[in-house]
């Protein structure tokens, strides 16, 4: 535009100068005179033809089985190229079909610009017209339209344009591999080329790659990768191992829309692998020298084809004939080394002989370091397992613990093996009746230490409950050590530290099945120590159904116990009240006059019988109906003899005359009654009546307590502004007695405000929603 307008004033310029000059006339003629001649400006041009891919054009423009382009030309008056401006390519839509689709293109530096024609369908045969127009602006601004159009002939294929895809083995500078070789230590890729029908580039299509007899794996691993924008997909081939070797065939696939059908490309490709040659040099040691159980790392160079394994991983084993590697197996890094951590444990002093061992490897790498013996410096108590044993006579829990020392240098390291350690039991244990396990006698041992420096001794129980240490020294050096937190229990259950009790002590089971009591043990030994775990508890009831039994755990807080449940169901005593019975091996309580935590002869100790479940709570054995007994006398030990009982401070009931008169085992045990409260409650008993409010005695149909939780509820009316305050308590707690609760009410301020003559209604509710309207006072 700028250019036509340009030429258009400099014309007009010489116009005017030349009639400046005077008339017409010959050149040099100065008479005579006339009009100046009008100058038309070259006006913009648009052609189009048809060119073939080399930009040759197109004898008989003729579109058939090869690709054919629409070449667009647009230059200004002047002729030169119009860049950047939009081109409109139509017509022929039966005949021909345009790419990019919208024929819309813009022009290059040219000034040109080209659409792909290809046939319509493969059926399209005819002669039509293609137009070509643009709209450029002229010296005035005004825009002008520019056209230019050309005939065809499209000659039908019989079949539309094939799409391509091929395949190639190519380095990373893209070069062609000639003989298709895959080895490790070389990048090589696997290269697909995806085209259209009319041999142009297709981006964005996935293309997935297959390997035949998986001898090559694919980088990335799912072998699927999109085109490019030139159509290209590439997939990195390394070998499947270091050993593998081989040919096979490479697949790539391909889909290509293709009219209203796509169209399925695969492409092979075959492949030939070997074997990697894989050296191990340099197999080196920071620290050459140590101490048994010092460490030091090591390395090994990794070289795959006689090139660092930079980019080729390799595994690697170290072993040794002394110590350890962490970790024994190792991948190489990206510099081509292998690194581990040696460590002398379990060396003698002299030499350790190291080894590196790779896959795909001839030959291993080994070297050499000095190992100088430790000198121990410390003795360590490492640990006692268990922590807590019990006397020979418990019937339960371990009896025996593994006491651990540890022999060390200055840094700490274990110090062995062959370093002897002496071992010896305190006085005290010794007195307690503790023993060295293996041996049975109390005799100071001489042990020697592991590869890691450690010695183990294991000690037993006797028959006294005492603390008990271990010494230990090491040979030759005055280095001692004592255990610590360890001791011996007694383990026996004693009757004084025996208790049951219920989490609920009524419940509404005389109606109803599967209401649940929890009862619970807790038990100790005479020094109110816990006794072992496991230790089991028995449980008999003579109503509903109790779990037969439960082993003493100890709790977090170091309680040892167990806990049972009790279920309302048949049989349900007439009375309500169901007592259940608690018992388990154990001992019988003494008074220890001398201190030794032993029981002596003439000791004063409390004999216990055979115990029996106390169903009518008289404290009595009856003989009709005969209650419940435990126990069999003809068992020997069973601790129930024909001898009468005394009397015991620790309420323990007996069958008559089952005592023996002996020191020693018995059942302890421990009963307590619950009740299987009705449901619906007798009328209440007042009482207290008065002004301030009323007392209800509130009972159920056994007068026992009502169900655990039962609501007491009251309402007041008449008097005059008397009003209900509350209940006191409003809700039946844990017992197996009737309840009392107080109503209280109370009057207003003003005169004549009274509370004679209320009347005060009461009713209950348990918690299975059941109701007692339990009656009405008047207030006199």
Partial sequence: MTQIFKLLVALLVAAVVAACGGGGGSAGTTTGGGTPPVVTPSLPTLTISLVNSADAAIVGNSIGGTPVFAKAVLKDGSGAAIVNKLVSFSGASALVKFTPASGSVLTDANGVARVLLTPASSTAAGAGTIGVAATIDNSTGDPTALSASIDIQ??????????????????????????????????????????????????NKLVVFLSGSNLTKFQPS?????????????????????????????????????????????????????????????????????????????????????????????????????????????????????????QATGCSAGTATITASATGAAASATANLTISAATPTNLLFVK???????????????????????????????????TQVLVSLSTSAIAAGVTFADTGTTATKTLTTDVNGLVNAIVKAGSVPTPLSVNAAIV?????????????????????????????????????????????????????????????????????????????????????????????????????RVTILAYTEGEEPFEDANGNNKYDPGEVFYDMGQ????????????????????????????????????????????????????????????????????????????????????????????????????????????????????VIPDTVQNTTAPTFHRVIISKGNAAGDSCIGAEVS????????????????VIP
């Fill in 154 to 203: 499209v000659t039908s294929t019989g079949a539309p344009l094939t799409p391509t895809l091929t395949l190639s083995i190519v380095d990373s500078a893209g070069a062609q591999i000639s003989n298709n070789s895959v080895t490790n230590g070389n990048v090589v890729f696997a290269k697909a080329v995806l085209k259209d029908g009319a041999g142009a580039a297709v981006p």
């Fill in 222 to 342: 799912t072998g699927q990768v999109l085109t490019d924008a030139a159509g290209v997909a590439k997939v990195q081939l390394v070998p499947a191992s270091l050993t593998t070797a081989g040919a096979e065939t490479i697949t790539a696939n391909a889909t290509v829309p293709q009219a209203s059908t796509p169209v399925n490309l695969t492409a092979t490709i075959d492949i030939q692998t070997s074997a990697a040659n894989v050296t191990l040099t340099n197999f080196t040691a920071t620290q050459p020298t140590l101490t048994t159980f010092q460490s030091t790392p090591v390395s090994v160079d990794v070289n795959v084809n006689g090139a660092a394994a930079t980019g080729t991983p390799v595994q690697v084993s170290f072993t040794a004939n002394c110590g350890s590697f962490a970790p024994a197996q190792v991948t190489s890094n990206s510099a081509g080394k292998a690194v581990s951590t040696f």
């Fill in 384 to 418: 006692a397992d268990p922590t807590t044993i019990y006397t020979l006579q418990a019937a339960f829990g371990v009896k025996q613990a593994t006491v651990q020392f540890k022999v060390v240098d200055a840094s700490g390291n274990g110090v062995g093996p062959g």
């Fill in 476 to 576: 030759g050096t005055g280095i001692t050590a004592s255990s610590a937190n360890l001791s011996v229990n007694s383990g026996q259950p004693v009757q004084n530290f025996f208790s049951l009790s219920a989490d609920k002590y009524n419940i509404e089971g005389d109606a109803y099945d599967g209401e649940i009591i929890k009862l619970s043990v807790l038990v100790a030994d005479r020094l109110g120590q816990p006794v072992p775990a496991g230790t089991p508890i028995s449980f008999i009831t003579e109503g509903g159904q109790v779990t037969a039994s439960c082993f003493v755990t100890i709790d977090e807080n170091g309680k040892s116990g167990c806990s049972v449940s009790l279920v309302s169901q048949a049989f349900r005593p007439a009375d309500g």
């Fill in 611 to 726: 115990p029996f479940l106390d169903s009518n709570w008289d404290f009595t054995w009856n003989a009709s109906p005969a209650e419940q007994k435990v126990g069999d006398p003809s068992i020997p030990s069973a601790g129930i003899g024909t001898s009468v009982c005394p009397a015991s401070k620790y309420g323990v009931f007996n069958v008559p005359s089952t005592c023996n008169g002996v020191w020693g085992a018995t059942r302890v045990r421990s009963s307590i009654v619950v009740t299987f409260s009705t449901s619906f409650a007798l009328p209440a008993v007042f009482s207290d009546i008065s002004t301030s409010g009323v007392t209800v005695k509130l009972q159920d149909f056994n007068n026992n307590g009502m169900p655990n939780g039962t609501k007491v509820d009251a309402t007041i009316s008449g008097g005059v502004n008397c009003t209900l305050q509350s």
């Fill in 762 to 777: 009461v009713k209950a509710t348990t918690p299975k929603g059941n109701q007692t309207l339990l009656g009405k006072v």
